[in-house]
């Protein structure tokens, strides 16, 4: 066995430079690496690529690295959260690469498996497939999406071992999983880290063969983008 735990975000975040891509999961707010985003501001990197869902809020998750004007591209699903990111994006300072949910998640996988590509009928006909191969599967048009090539994945689990097994939890599961494993490393920051053995083997969602290192984070905030409630009346 092994073990893959480290001391710190400071020593989870080894070799981590200027003009590198990094993977970041979570859904909107959910599951988001708070511990490994927070580092990645006060080393104060910058000219990276960021490839996540979202691109988080002005005063939390990525939205803390665009306000440092940290990021040079971003790679996203959706961005409606944040005035920075319109900003920079408008004023032409920041890249923006929008791509259909599903493809961001398998283009993810794809890069975890192995594959260099994929074809997917998202976008087919759209400004999506503008400049890409496209090709009829029995009937059906497709587009080629190429794989993600990134330095880092940072994903943030419930629960994980010091081998790297990883127990996710609610909307997390969305990317974080497809994340693992689809970059040079992968570092993951989890609530709660036990020794080997703990966690049920049926309960794993990613084996440890896919991290190379893993930590305890602290201090979760685990915000929530839109609160709505209903009205006691």
Not at 152 to 177: E, H, Y
Request: net charge neutral; glycine share 10%; proline share 3%.
């Amino acid at each position: 066995m092994i073990n893959k735990k480290v001391a710190s975000v400071q020593d989870a975040l080894k070799g981590v430079s200027d003009n590198m891509t990094f993977m970041l999961g979570g859904f909107g707010l959910s599951g988001i690496p708070e511990n490994a985003i927070s580092e990645l501001v006060k080393l104060g990197v910058k000219g990276v690529t960021c490839i996540s869902n979202n691109a988080g809020v002005d005063d939390f998750g990525l939205g803390l690295l665009l306000q440092k004007k940290q990021i040079k591209k971003m790679v996203s699903s959706y961005v409606g959260e944040n005035d920075e990111f319109e900003s920079q994006m408008l004023s032409g300072e920041l890249d923006v690469e929008l791509i259909p949910q599903g493809t961001l998640a398998e283009r993810c996988r794809a890069a975890q498996a192995g594959f260099p590509a994929i074809y997917t009928p998202a976008g087919y006909g759209t400004e999506v497939a503008e400049g890409k191969e496209t090709r009829d599967f029995d009937g059906k048009m497709y587009v080629l999406e190429h794989a993600f090539k990134a330095d880092f994945a940072f994903v943030k689990a419930w629960k994980g071992d010091v081998a790297g097994n990883l127990i996710f939890k609610g909307t997390s599961r969305n990317f974080n999983p497809n994340m693992c494993g689809a970059a040079k490393i992968t570092v993951a920051e989890v609530e709660e880290l036990v020794p080997l053995g703990v966690l049920d083997p049926n309960q794993i969602h990613i084996p440890g063969i896919f991290v190379q290192r893993i930590f305890q984070g602290t201090n979760y905030e685990k915000r929530i983008e839109q609160r709505t409630v209903r009205s006691k009346s």
